[in-house]
């Protein structure tokens, strides 16, 4: 990975370089941020300088990830008592060349593990402190990238933090992250944490618009719904039917939410509507999620008279959009933001998804004639 590959971040990567031309390299450090931020991508292009200032023939090496010096750790599901990240690396390799700025969820789908729990183990922590004892093959830097340390179970993170206060010299750890939530405090205490924001949307809009053929207004209305996270806007590119799926369902909620209050038999329209989303797959869900509130702050800004920051609006099947809007205020926007973001933090915390919806879809009756 190559800094100018990286959309945007430029404060970002000129800091990361200028540490390491100024021989400021923390030997650990964590960064925090969504994977379509660029995390991985960032600590890709770091450990790649740092080798080939070492030996200027590494670089095609680390390009294809398989420099013998770069070591990877990620979560994976137990599989006959083998929990090594090992055993599952080719598939790993594949996906991160396919598209570095892959999330935890795309990681899942490749492994079909919806069902199964991701996890680093003890085990894991092992195998790697074992690969760290030898020599480097080059005779330089050997480096540990952790993709999603926040996956590591207690016992992990425990045998971690030990190899994280005693690290075998010329030793480099770089840990990646969604939130620090997860993190043991004295792993966080002892690491260099870098907060990766998400990407600003000019330079995620030009980062499209050189390296993918689209419209230019769908590119913009892209760039609105991937909130500064390029796996995102990817996955919205190739998605050909998923927003008249979206669409046709949050019409759905929003009509019986608001006939519940005169006619309560809604009720059961709504638990219906929420089997059928509970029946997608997790990743499929979240993204209806951000479907919901995209057009919820949308409809909101229509309400408010700020037309021209409204990219996008719902007119298909006699849907009233500005009719819809008026109810869509201060008074009650908040409240439909959090039950939204409540209902993300329950699903990625393997939450039951039919509670999760028929609650989400109830509470929308409550907050729609909030006024």
């Not at 991508?41 to 670089?59: D, G, M, R, T, V």
């Not at 980062?207 to 919205?236: C, S």
């Not at 009509?255 to 509970?278: H, Q, T």
């Amino acid at each position: 990975m190559n800094w100018e590959n990286i959309a945007g971040q430029k404060n970002l990567k000129k800091l990361l370089q200028e540490s390491i031309s100024d021989n400021r390299v923390s030997h650990a450090q964590l960064f925090v941020g969504k994977e379509g931020y660029g995390t991985l991508p960032l600590a890709l292009a770091y450990a790649k300088q740092i080798l080939n200032n070492e030996n200027e023939h590494s670089a095609s090496r680390v390009d294809h990830l398989n420099h013998l010096d770069l070591h990877f750790c990620f979560p994976v599901f137990s599989e006959k008592n083998n929990s090594l990240s090992k055993k599952n690396f080719d598939d790993f390799r594949s996906m991160i060349l396919d598209s570095p700025y892959a999330s935890f969820d795309d990681w899942s789908g490749v492994l079909e593990s919806e069902n199964k729990q991701l996890f680093i183990s003890a085990d894991e922590m092992d195998d790697q402190n074992q690969k760290f004892a030898l020599k480097s093959f080059e005779g330089g830097t050997k480096i540990l990238i952790v993709w999603r340390a926040d996956k590591m179970n207690t016992s992990a993170a425990n045998k971690f933090l030990k190899f994280l206060e005693e690290p075998p010299a010329k030793t480099l750890i770089l840990l990646t992250t969604e939130t620090i939530d997860d993190i043991l405090p004295t792993i966080l205490s002892r690491t260099q944490i870098i907060d990766i924001p998400r990407i600003e949307d000019e330079d995620l809009q030009s980062y499209l618009k050189e390296n993918v053929q689209a419209d230019e207004n769908r590119i913009t209305e892209i760039v609105h719904q991937a909130q500064g996270d390029l796996n995102e806007a990817f996955k919205l590119l190739n998605s050909q039917n998923k927003n008249s799926d979206f669409e046709a369902l949050f019409v759905q909620w929003v009509r019986d939410a608001f006939m519940v209050k005169k006619k309560p038999e809604y009720l059961k329209s709504i638990i219906s509507w929420a089997r059928e989303v509970a029946s997608w797959n997790r990743e499929k869900q979240k993204n209806f999620l951000n479907y919901c509130a995209e057009i919820f702050r949308l409809a909101m800004l229509q309400n408010y008279s700020s037309q021209d920051l409204v990219y996008k609006k719902i007119d298909a099947n006699g849907f009233n959009w500005a009719g819809f809007s008026k109810y869509i205020s201060g008074a009650n926007i908040v409240s439909i933001l959090e039950e939204i973001n409540e209902a993300d933090h329950h699903l990625t915390r393997n939450g039951n998804p039919k509670i999760v919806w028929t609650d989400l879809g109830i509470k929308l009756s409550r907050y729609i004639h909030k006024s």
